[in-house]
């Protein structure tokens, strides 16, 4: 999963209130480097840290996640398309697979 565009939004926020990553560290009691890599999007959704600072920005954590989520799907398949029948078969296909995954 990626979680680059939450990690820029919670930059930006922080940003915004003056607050440097050694601050947020502090307030957290975690390391500069943790906050660092939250920033650059390498956390999982399991990240007390990262779900702390998603609450404190006011960013829904699950929804942004899904949002991305749909958008990383809606681009693959944009790409896999060609265009043609076939591909609209093929794509079914994979998507019917999908959905069976649930």
């Known amino acids: 999963m990626n979680y680059k565009s939450i990690g820029q939004k919670l930059r930006k926020h922080y940003e915004e209130i003056g607050m440097t990553q050694t601050d947020i560290a502090i307030k957290h009691k975690c390391t500069q480097g943790q906050i660092n890599r939250i920033f ?3 956390f999982t ?3 007390e840290i990262a779900k702390k600072l998603s609450k404190e920005a006011m960013i829904d954590l699950k929804s942004t996640v899904a949002t991305d989520s749909l958008i990383s799907v809606f681009n693959e398949v944009y790409r896999l398309w060609d265009g043609s ?3 609209a078969r093929k794509l079914k296909t994979i998507l019917s697979s999908i ?3 649930k």
């Open 85 to 87: 029948p076939e591909g």
């Open 99 to 101: 959905r069976s995954l």
């Open 45 to 47: 959704s399991k990240s």
């Open 40 to 42: 650059s999007g390498q």
